[in-house]
């Protein structure tokens, strides 16, 4: 194992691992130089806040929905003197909170703390805010000191929403606008909902996760985000995001004025709305710069067209969920690569899984489909565009089956990153359907990505902790015993080396499991490790 995956800030350390025919949520940033045993990796933390997770619903799609989740989580260690002006101080350390947040809510798949965020984005460099000042939310007021119009004025920071919002929707009067770089807007365990208006990005350098975008609709331009007219190279990542209802688009990436935008997209939940996702330069910025675009383990549910398209692009989408795609006459579509002549984008579709919708079923906007639509993943027009397709799930739901078309295949790139592709399955789908969408907090204050890892294990497997000394030096009493923590349930670990101690997968059940590890050391402390994610696909 690389010696990296193993990030300490103080006390022990623990590397979860997961044994087996396994798959960690390291989608876009599997490190090659790893051996083969993919790993996640956490951090121990002496006298963490007690945490109690539940999960108990899905959102919209392959799994029924019901109930909520219920998170406390120490969610921040703020250096002092860091606060934003105009806005409450944050303490050194946040107080343990309680949410609970409406459906959907289940933990986000997302990626290795360690490795990144991985995709195009990774490829850039991608930080957000991490090592700027914290800029803590204290209204869902439109504008004024402490509101999210504020917060994303300036760069440099790391926003994040007072205890006292959870839940709470901001309604935009007016978009907001901001050429602000170096951001992260982390709402991970919070179900802070944007409506009324677009949120509009045209600095670099951006983070957004763990946000819900609704309701974007007080006129007809508004998309529920864009990232449009950069001055110079953009990079920008979303992750464990909620998009549905806009007015016209729910992510634009647009109008780059002849700049390289690099983006990575993994973990996000689209649904009930026409058009999901553009990446166009527009009619009279087309020459130079390229959009390249990674999207990974999305669920797109409930969607007429552009899941995405786009034009004058390099766009790789794998391992993700399209159900109920196309309007209700048959027509639109899916993953689309277009443009104004054969090869203007390129599309790499891989290892995703499809659902065609059902005759006479009826869609977001209350019609009834009368002919669903069978091609998903092909060029726009009969000659534009290059599309290349590998091991997609192409579902039969009530008769119709999901198509794809290949063109011009041996012209389309090959990702220049490395990643993890997972096998199309029906369980599969049935995870990332579960798990797309929202963000727990994982506990990594210093994490590019807040959200909580996800393994996606084999209930055969066992999840492994390695317990390794602290990078200070200090001495530290020996580890005593370990228990898993999963649910309301302590179960207890089954040491299988001197520092590595083990749970069978199978002792988990079926479905998105949050745990965490508790150790007992020789000197009577107590330490956990940060929150880790586990689903079965079988």
């Not at 677009?198 to 350098?205: C, E, V, W």
């Not at 794998?318 to 579509?333: A, I, M, T, W």
């Not at 649910?487 to 059940?509: C, F, H, I, K, Q």
Request: with cysteine; hydrophobic share 35%; charged share 20%.
């Amino acid at each position: 194992m690389a010696a990296g995956l193993r990030r300490r800030r103080r006390g022990w350390a623990v590397v979860a691992l997961a044994a087996g025919a396994l798959a960690t949520a390291a989608a876009c940033s599997s490190d090659p130089d790893d051996d083969a045993r993919p790993s996640i990796a956490t951090d121990w933390s002496a006298g963490a806040a007690e945490r109690s997770v539940t999960p108990t619903t899905t959102p919209d799609g392959l799994i029924p929905a019901g109930g909520g989740v219920t998170t406390s989580v120490d969610i921040a260690d703020t250096p002092a003197g860091t606060e934003a002006a105009g806005t409450e101080a944050a303490p050194s350390t946040s107080p343990a909170t309680t949410t609970t947040a409406p459906p959907p809510a289940l933990p986000s798949v997302t990626f290795d703390v360690d490795a990144g965020p991985g995709g195009f984005a990774g490829t850039q460099g991608l930080t957000g805010g991490l090592g700027g000042e914290t800029y803590v939310v204290t209204s869902d007021a439109d504008s004024g000191p402490g509101t999210y119009r504020d917060a994303l004025a300036d760069g440099d920071r790391i926003v994040r929403f007072d205890p006292s919002l959870d839940g709470a929707t901001i309604r935009l009067e007016d978009p907001v606008e901001t050429d602000a770089s170096n951001l992260t807007v982390d709402g991970s365990g919070k179900w802070i909902t944007i409506s009324g208006h677009a949120t509009r990005f045209s600095g670099t350098n951006i983070v957004v996760a763990g946000m819900h975008f609704s309701e974007n609709h007080e006129n007809d331009a508004d998309d529920a985000i864009t990232f449009r007219e950069p001055d110079d190279t953009q990079v920008f990542g979303l992750f464990g995001n909620v998009f549905e209802h806009a007015s016209d688009g729910l992510v634009d990436i647009i109008w780059n004025r002849g700049h390289d935008v690099y983006a990575t997209i993994c973990g996000n939940a689209f649904r009930h709305h026409d058009k999901a996702m553009l990446i166009d330069s527009g009619e009279d910025d087309r020459e130079g710069g390229r959009y390249s675009v990674t999207l990974c383990r999305n669920h797109w549910f409930d969607i007429y067209q552009r899941t995405p398209l786009s034009r004058f692009a390099h766009v790789h989408n794998f391992n993700s969920v399209f159900e109920r795609y196309g309007k209700p006459d048959g027509s639109g579509g899916g993953s689309k690569s277009g443009g104004d002549g054969k090869g203007v984008s390129q599309h790499l579709v891989e290892g995703n899984m499809v659902f065609p919708r059902q005759e006479g079923e009826t869609t977001f906007d209350g019609s009834e489909v009368s002919r669903p639509r069978s091609e998903w993943a092909a060029p726009q027009l009969d000659t534009d565009g290059a599309v290349r397709v590998n091991g997609n799930l192409l579902a039969t739901v009530d008769g119709v089956t999901a198509s794809e078309a290949e063109h011009d295949e041996d012209e389309v790139f090959e990702p220049p990153y490395p990643y993890e592709l997972l096998a199309a399955s029906e369980q599969l789908a049935a995870v990332i359907a579960a798990t797309a969408g929202t963000c727990l907090p994982s506990g990594h204050t210093d994490a590019i990505v807040p959200c909580a890892p996800l393994i996606i294990d084999d209930p055969d497997g066992m999840i492994e902790i390695d317990i390794a000394p602290p990078a200070n030096g200090l001495p530290a009493a020996p580890i005593e015993s370990v228990e898993f923590v999963v649910g309301e349930a302590r179960l207890p670990g089954r040491r299988v080396e001197s520092n590595r101690w083990a749970l069978d997968v199978a002792e988990l059940g079926i479905g998105p499991t949050p745990i965490w590890a508790v150790a007992a050391t020789t000197d009577g402390r107590t330490v956990e490790s940060d929150l880790v994610l586990v689903s079965n696909v079988t």
